[in-house]
């Protein structure tokens, strides 16, 4: 724990204001913030490894309107060290804007976060290969030209015959466009689990430190991150590109 607080200092740091011009908002697909316009389409896919799991991710969502945003995304890992094997639950979900922004020099958005998790393997790890899983969350933030400040706070009740439980998120981002076509993003997430596996004795409480580092060419992202874990001293690598059609 002592060792999560520690980054708290690194995040002050980070979060003082950018002067850098940078390109519009509106096609930043990595803003902690980011919502597509109406009709816009934006595909996400993805690849990571964490302990011994090799992970492959696709997303696809579509803007209905200026504030309502929905998707669907599916996610594939290969365990070299065990039996993990298989694709996760297809999740199914929306953001809708409830607070728009509203002013040239600052923009405040609040977003409302909601959806859902079926089918998967058994095989694998909760919470994101369960039986049945539910979500719904608050995003807030403010938005400048050359930063963007934001936090998230989500619930998900995971129905599973032997692995259910419920648990709650809290992720604070801070995110700078340091250049018209590079940007940096630090964030944490806490989360907090009703219990332990039943099975394993597995630990769900965790408490994540998140960097990326992002190249924009027009309307196309490519990202690089980090993600440390401080409960169990693991570390995830990934990439991932961001395509806005």
Request: proline content about 2%; hydrophobic content about 40%.
């Amino acid at each position: 724990m002592r060792k999560f607080l520690s980054v708290l200092g690194l995040l002050g740091v980070m979060a003082t204001p950018s002067f850098a011009r940078a390109n519009e908002v509106s096609t930043d697909t990595s803003d902690p913030l980011f919502l597509q316009s109406i009709e816009e389409i934006l595909t996400q896919s993805s690849i990571s490894y964490w302990d011994h799991i090799l992970g492959m991710g696709q997303s696809l969502s579509y803007g209905m309107n200026n504030r309502l945003a929905i998707g669907a995304n599916v996610r594939y890992q290969h365990d070299f060290n065990g039996p993990e094997d298989g694709f996760a639950a297809i999740d199914l979900g929306g953001v809708y804007r409830v607070g728009m922004a509203n002013g040239k020099k600052s923009r405040k958005i609040s977003d409302v976060l909601f959806g859902f998790k079926f089918g998967g393997s058994h095989r694998v790890r909760t919470p994101d290969y369960a039986d049945s899983t539910y979500y719904v969350g608050l995003r807030m933030g403010r938005q400048w030209a050359g930063m963007t400040l934001a936090a998230t706070i989500k619930s998900t009740w995971v129905f599973d015959d032997l692995r259910g439980m419920a648990l709650l998120d809290f992720t604070p981002e801070s995110y700078f466009r340091i250049a018209p076509d590079w940007r940096i993003g630090a964030g944490l997430t806490i989360r907090k689990a009703t219990h332990k596996d039943m099975q394993t004795g597995k630990d769900y409480d965790q408490e994540w430190l998140h960097m990326k580092l992002v190249r924009q060419y027009g309307r196309t992202q490519y990202v690089g991150h980090i993600d440390y874990e401080f409960e169990s001293d693991d570390a995830q690598v990934g990439f991932k590109i961001n395509i806005l059609f």
